[in-house]
Structure formats: C-alpha cells, structure tokens
C-alpha cells in the first residue's frame, strides 16, 4: 500500500455560519448530533489508511485544539506520524510567504518529515465519506500532476454557486476550473499530489510571491500541468453558509442520505465523551429525530437534531431545530425551525420560531 | 520507582453460570448492563475516580475476551505509564501453575504483580455488582481507624439478612464476628465484597493459608476468619447508596429496570462520577417518524422505527415498523424485524429476530424469558422461552 | 492527600536569552542537555502528585506545543484532568479583562472543573526540584492566604536584582515584597493559594482593571492579606538573561549541585527522543562534560554540555560551551565560551571565541 | 472492525540456558545490548518501522518481566486501540492447558487471538537476534509471488552453513528442500527465522499439526517440512545486513563489540529507523575531569571517572576514579568502586563492584567473564571468573 500523508487546510476557509462561528472556526461546528465538521475530514484520512495528518489553523482554533487533542480519537498520537495542528506562531523576519504559503512554508518540516510519497490536501467544509487510496491509484494510472476530487451534483444549491466547478474532458482530465453555474462538477476542495512536486510547486509559489496555492500554484497553471478530475460517488454536503449547514443536517435524518455518510467499515470517529445512553420518559413523544447519547427527553421533539446531553422538560415542544450539546428546554417552551448553540437554556413557555429558510440562531451559553 | 500507596485487585472470575447462556462464552464481568456498560465498568470506573490507577484484573474463564475489552485500558483512563489495568489470567510458572482455586489463591498467584509496586494497601473488589463508591473515602476511614482490614458494608432488610455474609460490630464499627448466611443474623450489616488489606499484613495470611492444606483458599471462608481469629483489627464500613447483586438472570433484568425509574437511585449522568465504558463509536440514534417511545434508554447507533416501552436498548439496535418492545433489555446489535412482539425478556448481543417472532410472557409475575446465544437467529415459529 | 491543580503562567515572562528566544518562548529554551526549561516546573508539579496543568502561553509558544504534546512524557495525556497548553485565543467582545488575567478569566473553567482545592501557580525561570505538597501542608498549617516559595541566596547575582525578595518575619509572614537588594529571599514566583480564593482575587482584579495578577492582586494587598513565606531549600538557579542562562548551565557540571535538582525519587521529566547512546571513538577527549545520548564525539571536549545527537569531528577542540540539540562540528574547529543553538554546522577550521562573562551566541540553523 | 493485513507473532519462549545467568531471571528476549536496548527492542521496532501495528509476544517463561517491559507498547508506539502489542503467556482453558510444547503449539493455542484480526496473513518471528529488517518489504515480496509461506534468509559462509537451518531453492527462489543443519550444505541460505505465512494455510496446517500425536509442533521439525511434503509454494526472500544470534555469552559480547568498529554494520543512529526503547528518563552522562574515554558507547545517567576503553555502558552506571574497563559490557545501574580492573567481562545489571577488584582475563583469546546474579555485590576478594 502507497503511503500518503494528510494536510487539512483550513487557511483560506471563511467563517460563515454566523452565531456559530463567532469563537470557534468553521470546522470546529458541531454537526450531525455528535460531530464537529473536521471530524469528517479526518476519519476520511484515517480510513484510508494515512497515519500522519497536519491542520493549517488560522483563526478561532481554540475550540479545535480542544476537540483534536493530540488526535487520540482517530489512534494518531503516535510517536511516528501522528496529528499535528499548526496554528500561525512564526516569527521568522526574513518569512517572505504570504496566505496559506505562509503555512506550506512555514510547516515544510512536516512535508519533509514524513515518509509518504503522497500528499492529499483537503478542506473541512464538503462533509463525504471518501477512501483516498482508491483515488491515489486513478492518479497513479492517469500519470497526472494533481488529481481534484468532485462530485456532479444533480442540481446546483445556493452552497454550490460559490464553490469552483471542473470542466472536464472523456479522459476524465480538467480543462478549466472556473465559478460558473455551466457546469455541475463540484470541485470539492481535496487533491492529490506527490510530495516532491508539490514541494517545488510550493517553493516556485513563494517565490513568485503567490498568497493562495490552489488558484496561484495549482488552478492558474491549466493546462500547462495535468490536472486529473476523479469523481466521488457517495454521501455530499457542502457546509459554507448557515443556509446550506442547516437544510444539509436535516438531510441526515433521510436514512439513505445517512447510510451514504456513516458506514461501518469506514466510521467516522469523534472526541469520546462517556454520555449514559438518553433517557425517554413516560411523556416523551419524539419522531423522525437523531438523537445523541445523555440526552433526557421528555416533552415533544419532531424532524430535529439533539446533540449530547440535551434536557427536554415535559410540555416542550421542538419542531425542525437542531439543539446542540447540554441546552436545557423547560416545560412547555416551543421551539420550531430554531438552531441553538452549546449550552443555551431556554425558559418555561418561552417560544421562538425562525422561517424555514432562515432558522433562528441563538449563540452559545445564552440563557432566554 | 515511587511505590503506590493503593493497588486495586479485581477478582473477575466467575463464570456466574446462574446466568445461564449470557455467560456461556464471556465470563461474568463482561456482561452488559444498561444500555452501555459492562459490569466491570463500574469497579473500574469507581477505581479511577478514586484516584486508584493500578488495578490487577483476576479472570479465570475466557481471558482473551476481558483482555481485548480491557485493552490498554485507556477507556477508564487506565493506560498509564507506570500502573494502569493488567489483566492476570492463570499462568504457567516454572514450578507448575494452574487455575485459580479460590479467591485468596488467585490474590496469592499474583504476589509478585503487588510486590512491583509495593503498595501501603491493597483493595479486593468482586466483578459482580452494580454501584457507584468512592474507595478513597473508605481507605481514608481504614487508615484513620489504623485497621488492619476494613470490610465495606450495606444494610440490607432484616428478612433478607440470611442471604448474605454478615458482620457483627461493636459500637466503634470494630468486626467482631462474620456470619456466612446466618439463620438467626444478629445484625443486618452484609458484606458487599470489597476489602482493604494493610498489604504487610494480607501478604503474611496469604503465605500462611497457602500452605494450609484444608482451606479453600477464599477471603470469606479462610482469611477473614483466620484475622478475626488472632484478633487482628477488622473495621466495617458502612456504604449508603444504589447496590446490586447481578448474579442471575432476574437480578439483572431487574436492575435494568431499576434505571428507567423516576430519580432512578443510580445516576449515571452525574458528570463527577461517570460510569466510563468502550465507545462503540456509532452515529447518533434515529427515532423514526413510525416510532413510538416512552420511558426508555436507548443507546447510539440504534434505529428505531417500531415502538419501545419500558426497556433498555443498546447500541447498534434496530426495530423495525410495528414491533413492540415491552419490559425487556435489548442487549447490542440485535436487529428487530417488522411484527415482532418482545415481553419481558433480555435478548442477547447480535441475536436476529425475524418478522412476526412473538417473545416473553407479558403477564406481570411471569419469569424473565432469556433470548437464545449470542449472535443466534430467532425465526417466527422458533419463538418461545429458552 | 490532598488534590492540587497546577498553573504555569508565561504570561509576564520576557524572552530575554537573546539568539535562544527569537523563535521561542523562555519556557521552550532547551536546558542542561535534554531538557526545556519548562520541563522543571512541570515535574515538579507531577512528582507533587498533581495531575491538572495548565500553561498559559502568550507568545512563540509553537515550539512549546510541540515539545509538550498532550502531556504523555509526564503520564498527564489523561481523561480527567492532564496537561492544558493554553495559548491566547480569545474573540469575547464583551471581554474587559488585561495582562495575564486576560488568561486566568477566558481559561476560568480549568480552575471551575478541577476537583482540586488548592491551586499551584508558578513560572518557568526558577530551575528547582521542590515539593508542593510539603508547602501545601505548610500552608495550611499557617492559615495564609496565600503561601509564597522563595530561596534564601547566599549572594546576589545580576539574575536576582530583577527578581523580587521577601521581608519575612519571625513567624515566616511576609511583610514586604519589593526589588531591593536588601534582603536576600528571593522570590521563586510560585506561590499556593485555596481554589475559591483564586477566583475571588481574579473577580476582583478583573472588576479593577488590574494587568498583572500577582502584583495587583496579591503583592498590592499586603498587608491585608496574611501572605506566608515558605523557604525552599534545594537546589535552585534563576535563568532570565543569556549571562544567568551560561552560568547556571555550567552549575550543573558541579556533582553537588547536580545531585540537588537530580533526584531518583523526583526525577525530571521529558519528552523521549529514542536516541542510541553516544559513541566516543578512538580519538575523542572528554573531560567536565555533560553529553546528552546520541552524540558522536572524536575531538577534544571539556567543561563544556552537549545536548542531544551532536558531532564532534576528530581535531575540533570545544571548551565552556554549550552544543545544542544536533549541530555538527567539523574537524580542527575551535569553539570555546560558545553557544550553538540547535541545528548550527560550524565547518573545517572555524575558531569562535566568546568571552566567560558573555558567551558567543549563535542562532539555530546557522552554517559557519 | 476492519481486518489487519498481517500480525506478527514473536516468538519470545526462549529461557536461553546457553546465556547462563543473563536470563536466570528473564526470558532471552529481555536480555540487554547495545547500551540501551533489549534484544526485543529489535523485533519490536522492526514492526513498528514497517507498519505491522498488531504483534503477539508468546511468553513462556516468567511473563511478569516481559509483561511490565512491554506495558501497554507505547515504546515502540504499539499503544494502539486496535491492535497494538499484546503478551500471551501460556494460559489455562476450560478443556485445560498447560506449556506451550513447541513454537507452532504457541502459535496453535492462540488461534482465537489471531481470529480476532482476521489477518491475511502472519509474520512469525523469533526473538534471539539482533538485526534491522523492513517486514513490508518482505511482506510486499510474499504478496507478490503469492507465496503460501515465505522464509527469510541470509547468506552465510559456507564453512559455517552446517550450523543453520539451510534453504535449497531453484532459480527463481522457490525453496525446494529444507536442510536442518547439514553435514554437505547444497546452499549457503541460512533461514533467519522469520516466516509470513497466508493465515488460512497456516491456520489449516496448525490444526492438522495440533492432530499428530508424534509431532515435536516445531515450524522448522514439523510445519514446514509438511508444507514441503504438500508441494505447497514457499518462497526463499534473501535479506542483506546485519544479523546476529546472541544466544551465548560469547556471540552477545562480540555483538556489542561490532558496535564500537568503525562504521558499524548496524546503524543505530538512523532516524528513519529507528530502534525504540523503554526509556530510563536519567539526566546526561557526565564525564569527569578525571575521566578517560575511548571507543565507547555511553548512556545518559553514567557517571564516568575513570578509564573506559573499547566497552559498552548502559544507563546509569557509575565508574569511580582510578578504575579501568576494558573490552567488557556493563549493564545498567552497575556501580563500580575505585581502582578495579575490569577486562573482557559481562558484567550484570545493578552489580556492585567493590574497591579493588579485578574482573576478567585481559589475554585476547580468554573466554568472556561473566559477572554474577542481577543485583550481587563483588567484593575485590571474590572478584573471579564465574
């Protein structure tokens, strides 16, 4: 088996989800009842076998930090390889990178360092389940420079305008990346590359004074390397605006959207927090609704998320809402299409309603 | 190297054959209990919140399934560099070996694991319970009182007292005598089976009744008696709180059952005691809009699309449209088809049950009906009590 | 026994070691041949049995972080409590808090969830082996306040002008905190204080815009807090300017001193690096030398500390220097009063010559 | 759970008489060398540098030592959730239990081990020699000639093959016949002792083997001569480099001696391999004033200040002034006093070695001294060949 190191680069990743990204950074967001975003992204590395992974963080890394550990939930705190994050603590004056250059460069050691002879580079943002040796073997046979990962999605959401699209010739090799709506093909911000050439592709970028290595190093360089497009099949979310965080949670309680994402063979692992399993009383009435463990539920909860450790007071109601870990709700509060953040109580016969397409988000430790 | 003030021992091997089938290839300690847990969850669990982190695992039957449960120990916080969880099963040495032959005997095979760590006191903790205890607070109590052994101990029913080891004490708490299922208890002081030992003293009753011919080699029937007998000083301590015996298939039932009370007495959200156990690392559980559930614990991974009343269910479990689940511990990765009905009954990890099966008997006084091996499928017409 | 929580606060700490703190942090400044200055004040904190750290880091910590992981060469990668490397990242608008209590108000939930109750706090210069919990007993056998550590030196050394002394009376209760050279009980900035109390000088502190915890909100109370003084009485060096870092480097070549901060049953801990013993050949020289593992060595060495994985070719000749972590001397150079910084190659023939009151100092990386 | 491609065995029953008093009391395995490392160290990094994650340690003989060296693995970064490095010791069953009878027995009574991982297949591997081997390299060889069996094999001078197990094997590197020390060696291809296997082959073999009451269940006496007999495909894989048996006295001296040649064969300062070992966490050596030093490997926690000329030091040894060593090996925590001789010797972890005293023969052909029991104290008097 090939060995590839991981670099999730989360450099250039804007923190758009509001009241969720105010302290923490976007791939810190609790997702899917038990998850953060990065969880994803890097069960995906760890399922596919690769042993050593580096985090480019830049902003709000705090929480991530707190959550990654030193990546014993995915069995990396290893003496070889290992979880590395990297947060902007350079201090060298003749540092000549700017953006994430100024990542690549600066953490070069990790490049040099590992074993690997593939690196796969991706973001938090398109939650998948992918199996990157599968794909490092369709680069291998295409003999290309990169390899892009995508995924043609049957319609074009609001998420999808602002990510780049490949166009993409019968031999499955990009002709032009571009943002515009012709094409389907959601580049979803992963490639894969072999360490030696991205090293030089990292030294020609700082020289030539280059602040973003995607559009700079790789995408600007069409059709002078050979950019290979490789489609992902599977599960899809893109996660980059409130909007698009919670119309694709609610997609998780569709069982086959589920199944797509969560597979026993390649799980996605997450921080262990040693909750009981939830607690349904006599008065709790509760459908269509993912719930995570150490939850009390006793009121009425329908089409929702509960993260974990959440309290449903008898009488509550809770319709299309996502409740993230230890809110409490007392008795007779309603709540519809409303997202709360970490540790939010809301009050006896309080009632909040956002619209469908708009949800009410209430930041973390707010009591109302 | 430092030495450890208290090592924790935990006599893990009873095959607890009252369990019929449940411990047909898992010894007693490993069964589950909860939703969650295993029973040596919680030995182990209070260990680490007492601050204990060197605890030797006694298994007789079937180490290598405690063994890969136990694992590096890092569940319980137990993966430590100098102490943590060992597991010791019955070894070979090089003059001879064998099984254990009673509880002293198996303490006595390990001596040299204790004299590693030359521990001031040495904690003897049965596999078989469900409780939550904080062992520190009674080794406090044992060093204050300068016992030589301190006996914890819970009152029981007056009617219940000849079902169990029962201690009789001076007005200081001192052991002044044990009586092994008395007919006549003169007190209801039982002994729960978690022991502290001065560790110079327990090794010398160790070396001693090793060489006693005619003892069984156990810590109620030989040691306890030989210390009272020279008078040594026996202290009880007396421990209030949610205690059980999950020795048979009742008990067990029982207890789970105990959980789905109101303010049940064993809290197992209390953040400053938590009961650790091996995640099984599965996405939350779905509650399908078919679904109908009230007074329940369900665990992740499970999907539940048909009804659950009064019952435990475990991780990886799935229900399918228009079966019911009453009064039954569903234990992990059984899959439920559609028209199933389940009444009182503890269905084994990774039993299947197909579509129509019917399951226990719902009449209130009705024995407890236990499903079948691990892992064994259960047809329709198969259905009955085993 | 009692439960202490511990804290290593950086915050006020300068980075004056020249050459040795441009890219990092004093705390991360390797020490005594396989050490980090920090590795003192973290053993001493486990070998007092406590086992919830928390560094509060300000600046160029990176190095810190990679050095500390999550704790596992101190035992303290734990569940409950463990090691908390706490950088600032902190986005609270509504933050009014300054100084270092800017890290004691936004990390207020370690001291909140620590089931301890008392508090460790202390920096990273003073290199001692000490006790905690006999201090403890101390103070509460006092009933101060707080219990402040200091050692009495025979003589004052620029390194302890800056430090602050203690006026104690009979009764060990400091009387005066001040930077006279007057008395000669120099304060080791560590000092023991009752959880609850911690958060009710920190409240206050904050509530009066006070910058510097221990000045405003310990030191400024005297006398109206009983402040007692707990004299410290093993080995000790205070490292907080290049000339107090050579100096006492050169100590610890001393048995006696050595065998204070040494001890089999407090042992000093670090992270492990898996580096063979060192080879010394046939030509090589040794004399009043502490040489860490992995070294080869083939000239001539005395009076001087290599640290870990150093070469020293045949002909070179190195005196009252200090060689950190893998430089390589090249044969027939000549370093005497020198410091290499990790990673320097000083190549064939190379004399450098620093004077004993103000070593040669070169920066890491460098080829000479 | 996924399956593992391939776990490896290590053999590790060994008493090592032939090592005398090294291993009266531990296994041959966790005998020292090379002034920091135990034999072990070298199968075990090995391991862990070719990304086998998943090893069982068959122990035979006094587990405790090897158990507590090993811990939970985290040396050679085997602490993993799944996988990692496990000790099996000979363990009771409920059918009984007893000894392992034979290398291939060991394996055998482990099946359920092995099952749990459902390997493709299993690298066996013994645990007496010295040496730095990438098994991916092998394994990758053994996948490639879809070999049933492959054997690892090193040339040796063929005045020496009628010592060693010899591979006879065709142009293509099938082995043909196996020859356990022959009198006319047809091939100088010493087998190393290191084996993979297909697991269902293995596994069928060993069940088969488990049967034959006149088996000695020896891989070298019973299951490859079988697996030769059935036409089966065995591979011979030629490894280039050190390697080294350390089971006498003489060849574990000699091979800490090739430590201090020039340009050592076996490299321990590669960063890319590199071999781990449980750390003493002792502060730097420090080399007196007094001190001479020459052709030496030292380790941290020495304190040298006296003469040490072409020897090994392990950690923590402490060499007064005036005394000399000489050609000798000295094992940890050995404290010497002041004008000793010490020549040509093996000297014993935590020895002391009293004022005075002489130790060894300084003529190059004398046999190597040997000094004592772990732990013993040699006055100047006593100092003799032992």
Known sequence: ?368 | MKNKECVAMLLAGGQGTRLKSLTKQIAKPAVYFGGKYRIIDFPLSNCTNSGIDTVGVLTQYEPLILNDYIGIGDTWDLDRKYGGVSVLPPFMEAEGGGWYTGTANAIYRNLKFLNQYDPEHVLVLSGDHIYKMDYNAMLDYHKGTGADATISVIEVPWVEANRFGIMNTDEEGRITEFDEKPDNPKSNLASMGVYIFRWDVLKQYLLEDAEKENSSHDFGKDIIPSLLYDYKKLMAYTFEGYWKDVGTVDSLWEANMDLLKKDPELDLNDQRWRIYSKNPNQPPQYIAPTAHVRNALINEGCRVYGTVDTSIIFYGVHICESSIVKDSVIMPDVKIGKNVKINRAIVSKGSVIEDGAVIGDPSPDSEITLVADEGSVLAASLATHT
């Open chain 1, 1 to 368: 088996m090939d060995r590839i190191a991981g670099i999730i680069n989360l450099d250039h990743e804007q923190d758009m989800l509001d009241e969720l990204t105010y302290f923490r950074c976007g791939a810190a967001v609790p997702f899917g009842g038990r998850y953060r975003m990065i969880d994803f992204a890097i069960s995906n590395m760890t399922n596919s076998r690769i042993e050593s992974v580096a985090v480019f963080a830049r902003r709000k890394y705090r929480s991530l930090m707190d959550h990654l550990e030193q990546g014993k939930a995915w069995d990396l705190d290893r003496k070889r390889g290992g979880l590395f994050i990297l947060p902007p603590d350079w201090n060298d004056p003749t540092d000549i990178s700017r953006g994430d250059l100024q990542h690549f460069h600066n953490n070069i050691d990790f490049i040099n360092r590992t074993l690997a002879d593939y690196i796969v580079v991706s973001g938090s943002q398109h939650i998948c389940n992918i199996n990157y040796q599968d794909a490092l073997q369709e680069h291998k046979n295409s003999g290309a420079d990169v390899t892009v990962v995508y995924k043609q999605v049957k319609e074009l959401y609001p998420e999808h305008q602002r990510a780049h699209k490949l166009d993409i010739d019968a031999n499955n090799r990009v002709t032009a990346i571009h943002n515009d709506h012709s094409s389907t093909n959601v580049y979803m911000d992963m490639y894969i590359i072999e360490k030696d050439y991205l090293y030089h592709l990292i030294e020609k970028c700082i020289a030539h004074g280059c602040s973003h290595f995607f559009l700079d190093g790789i995408k600007a360089k069409l059709p002078d390397i050979h950019i290979h497009a490789y489609e992902y099949h599977g599960g899809h979310a893109l996660v980059n605006s409130m909007e698009s965080y919670y119309r694709n949670s609610a997609k998780l309680l569709d069982p086959q959207e589920h199944d797509e994402l969560f597979k026993d063979d390649a799980p996605v692992l997450t921080k262990i927090k040693n909750e009981a399993p939830s607690s349904y009383t006599a008065t709790s009435n509760v459908t269509n609704t993912m719930v995570a463990n150490g939850c009390v539920i006793e009121g009425h909860v329908e089409d929702s998320i509960l993260f974990r450790g959440v309290k449903i007071a008898e009488g509550a109601v809770i319709k299309n809402s996502i409740i993230m870990q230890r809110c409490e709700i007392d008795s007779n509060a309603v709540l519809e299409n409303v997202i709360l953040d970490k540790d939010c109580r809301i009050s006896t016969g309080k009632t909040l309603i956002g619209a469908p397409e708009k949800p009410y988000v209430v930041a973390k430790r707010r009591t109302m």
